[in-house]
């Protein structure tokens, strides 16, 4: 890791840093982001870059250079450009809709009583958008898809991570929630062998 960290972190226009201590903060376009550095990680501005420095060659010391660098990077780029992760479901009937600050999904589960699927909502943390492009409905044979946008890549990631967890894809009939461009193994149903008495 430690020639992760001995690059330079350079510093859009857009994007302002501030460095208090061991707390960095970063602003720009997108959003703003903090983080706390851990010790012994030295950082400092120079120029319009941003550079992290370790006291010694210690192993800890040598991996939280690395990771310094790599996590401030991110944040850089993150309230600079902004991440991404587009999601699809698949499934007859199965869709998505945003109402306020909460992701509904339909993705064929049978509610309790009821002859119909159940209404699963997550609420979209702060710092998050759920931009939804195909909504799906019956008769439609595109699958749902809608993206989770924002400053923070690790949420971004976290947030994709939780709804894509609530309905893995099967390796079957592919039905259940996948990131764009995954590839799902299928594997082939079982065939039953008529037997002759």
Same mark, same amino acid.
């Not at 983080?35 to 012994?40: I, K, R, S």
């Not at 998050?128 to 595109?142: F, K, M, S, W």
């Given at each position: 890791?430690?020639?992760? @960290? !001995?690059?330079?972190?350079? %510093? +859009?226009?857009?994007?302002?840093?501030? &460095?208090? /201590?061991? #707390? =960095?903060? *970063?602003?720009?376009?997108? @959003? !703003?982001?903090?983080?706390? %550095? +851990?010790?012994?990680?030295?950082?400092? &501005?120079? /120029?319009? #870059? =941003?550079? *992290?420095?370790?006291?010694?060659?210690?192993?800890?010391?040598?991996?939280?250079?690395?990771?310094?660098?790599? &996590?401030?990077?991110?944040? =850089?780029?993150?309230?600079?450009?902004?991440?991404?992760?587009?999601?699809?479901?698949?499934?007859?009937?199965?869709?998505?809709?945003?109402?306020?600050?909460?992701?509904?999904?339909?993705?064929?589960?049978?509610?309790?009583?009821?002859?119909?699927?159940?209404?699963?909502?997550?609420?979209?943390?702060?710092?998050?958008?759920?931009?939804?492009?195909?909504?799906?409905?019956?008769?439609?044979?595109?699958?749902?898809?809608?993206?989770?946008?924002?400053?923070?890549?690790?949420?971004?990631?976290?947030?994709?991570?939780?709804?894509?967890?609530?309905?893995?894809?099967?390796?079957?009939?592919?039905?259940?929630?996948?990131?764009?461009?995954?590839?799902?193994?299928?594997?082939?149903?079982?065939?039953?062998?008529?037997?002759?008495?």
């Amino acid at each position: 890791m430690s020639r992760i @960290g !001995n690059k330079p972190v350079p %510093v +859009p226009p857009a994007v302002k840093v501030d &460095l208090t /201590g061991r #707390q =960095v903060k *970063v602003s720009g376009p997108k @959003g !703003n982001l903090s983080w706390t %550095v +851990p010790a012994p990680i030295d950082i400092a &501005l120079d /120029g319009g #870059q =941003v550079v *992290v420095r370790r006291p010694d060659d210690v192993p800890r010391n040598r991996a939280l250079h690395g990771l310094s660098r790599a &996590l401030i990077a991110n944040m =850089v780029k993150g309230v600079a450009e902004g991440y991404e992760k587009k999601l699809e479901i698949y499934g007859t009937g199965y869709g998505c809709k945003v109402q306020g600050r909460e992701l509904h999904l339909n993705i064929g589960f049978m509610g309790r009583g009821l002859n119909r699927p159940a209404q699963f909502a997550f609420e979209i943390p702060e710092g998050l958008e759920v931009d939804i492009q195909v909504p799906a409905a019956r008769g439609n044979t595109e699958p749902a898809r809608f993206t989770v946008r924002g400053a923070d890549k690790q949420q971004v990631g976290q947030f994709a991570a939780e709804v894509r967890k609530l309905r893995r894809p099967e390796p079957y009939l592919g039905k259940g929630i996948r990131y764009a461009g995954e590839h799902i193994r299928r594997k082939a149903g079982k065939v039953f062998a008529g037997g002759t008495a």
